[in-house]
């Protein structure tokens, strides 16, 4: 039976290796990461850590949505104010030490700039009414089964409205994505490209009104 609760940091552990493989096919991390490694291992082991700290940002910022499967993770929704920017010392004081080897050679700061500018873009867009959803990720098991859609409708916008929070934006690499979020009301207002030495991936940019 699926349910629902509220994220906590001890879910972490259990969310960051099933989002790492939702998302290891991701354009975004495929062309701008994925050759600084020299197996599929190593590549989802750094994904998984990254992935964490990203989690351990928004619950200290904004809120998380474990969607579970008789009390086992299966998915997740993270998301936090648009106006509030992460940096640099956000990552290392939420655990991001670990990832600091993944600077050589410029793999994780060429990532996190290229995100950056895509993710401006939303903020330049966002006032204090506006929340940004940072991931939203299914286990691939699970997937075809409309768990996004529906923690999205049952959960992440009843949540966003009791806080009087009227817009939702975001940012994504897909057109199957793209597709995903027009189905559910979302719409594109930009669409941009970002480049890491000689990778081009595709950014598009989506805002909903709550």
């Known amino acids: 039976m699926i349910t629902y609760q509220l994220a906590?940091?001890?879910d972490i552990p259990a969310l960051s290796g099933i989002i790492?493989?939702?998302?290891?096919?991701?354009?975004?991390?495929?062309?701008?990461?994925?050759?600084?490694?020299?197996?599929q291992t190593s590549y989802l082991n750094f994904l998984s850590q990254l992935m964490a700290v990203q989690m351990r940002i928004d619950l200290k910022k904004g809120a998380g949505i474990v969607i579970l499967d008789d009390d086992q993770p299966v998915g997740a929704a993270f998301f936090s104010p648009s106006l509030v920017e992460n940096n640099i010392w956000d990552y290392f004081r939420t655990g991001?030490?670990?990832?600091?080897?993944?600077?050589?050679?410029?793999?994780?700061?060429?990532?996190?700039?290229?995100t950056d500018i895509a993710e401006g873009i939303c903020r330049n867009k966002a006032d204090e009414q506006t929340w940004y959803l940072s991931m939203l990720a299914i286990s691939r098991g699970y997937q075809g089964q409309h768990l996004g859609h529906r923690?999205?409708?049952?959960?992440?916008?009843?949540?966003?409205?009791?806080?009087?929070?009227?817009r939702l934006t975001l940012i994504t690499n897909t057109e199957k994505n793209c597709r995903f979020y027009e189905a559910n009301?979302?719409?594109?207002?930009?669409?941009?490209?970002?480049?890491?030495?000689?990778?081009?991936?595709?950014?598009?940019?989506?805002?909903?009104?709550?």
């Open 96 to 114: 991001g030490l670990r990832l600091l080897r993944y600077f050589k050679g410029g793999l994780l700061n060429g990532l996190l700039e290229q």
């Open 20 to 39: 790492a493989l939702s998302f290891q096919d991701y354009p975004l991390y495929v062309k701008f990461t994925k050759f600084g490694f020299e197996d």
């Open 8 to 10: 906590t940091k001890e």
């Open 185 to 210: 009301g979302f719409e594109c207002f930009d669409q941009t490209k970002l480049a890491l030495k000689d990778q081009i991936v595709q950014s598009w940019c989506f805002s909903r009104r709550l």
């Open 151 to 166: 923690v999205l409708i049952d959960q992440v916008f009843p949540y966003l409205k009791t806080r009087q929070i009227e």
